[in-house]
């Protein structure tokens, strides 16, 4: 049991503390040293909030915390913190980012762009047909799509991702031991693959109206951009657009009729220069000054690869471009033979170095 993450995990369960004031605590003391200092010394740190000594005092927290880290283990989820080089970098220069990240999934946001694809649950034919030609015409980019697993545009991202094999993330608003609709459950499945669910709340958190609305400031700040593809004059949609704006994030919106409920928001959003118009995949492509990128080439077929070389070539095509740090542990090659292959790949010009150690087709 890690004592320095049973310490972080049990502050984020003591009622009143937001994660802008946690990092505040953690600024003053570490946190081991919270649940072991004397009573006058806690006292004297929250003399503000005196009602707060009584959580420090008590081991509840504690005991949570590790009942949580024991059922973290058992179902394969990690347990992330800011200081975690997993935990999502833009997500990190975020002031109100969550002290604790759980994820289930293997993704590791190292991908070039990261996309928030949000809308209303009740999506017209409209919102559909825009979903699935933006993501079909930029899935040979090295982009990764994110989403809250909701009905409507989020699901319909998912699914989109799923069908040409990206990798997305879905964001939810209670803890990974369960699905919520239940109706996504295949959907969730089928993300971790080459995905991540992603919550900053535990087994025991329940799905609160507060929570979805929280949850999507994640959305907003793991992203480079945020789309929403149709959302009335109120809506979840449009709270993440406020959180991406606030993070210094691009916003984008799909404009629509004025006598169409659904895009009401999205026009406004227009209108007040809070987004950018958003028609196709080209102007994302334009605004980050990205070339259309041709499907990959056939393999050569008088190439000749032996097995670890295939199995590099698959995953890179897969994939896009990996680390290689990731690319050994994703094909559970050592490090010394994984770059003898690699030379290999590179000299029968299937695969090429770019900079941050990373590598992908030629």
Known sequence: MNPKLLSLLALTYVPGIGPINQRKILSAIDAEELWTIPYTELKELFQKRQ??????????????????MEFCEKNGIDILTLEDELYPNKLKNCADAPLILFRKGNY????KLHIAIVGTRKMTHYGKKFIEELIRDLAHHDIAFVSGLAFGCDIQAHRS???????NVAVLAHGLNRISPVGHKK???DIIQDGALLSEYSSFHQAE???FVLRNRIIAGI???????ESDKRGGAL???NYANAYNREVFAVPGRLEDKFSLGCNNLIQSNQAYLIRNAQDLLDHYNVHQKAQPKQLDLF???????????DHLKKNGRQQIDALSWALNLPMHLLNIHLLNLELKDVVRPISGKFYELA
Do not use: G, W
């Open 51 to 68: 009602d707060l000594v009584q959580h420090f005092r008590s081991k509840a927290c504690l005991d949570k915390a590790q009942l949580e």
């Open 108 to 111: 590791t946001f190292q991908r």
């Open 209 to 211: 109206a507060m929570n």
């Open 303 to 313: 190439i000749d690869l032996n097995e670890f070389e295939q199995l590099i070539y």
């Open 187 to 189: 959907e969730a499945k």
């Open 161 to 167: 991702c799923l069908q040409h094999q990206i990798p």
């Open 223 to 229: 992203c480079d951009a945020v789309i929403v593809v």
């Open 239 to 241: 709270a993440t657009a």
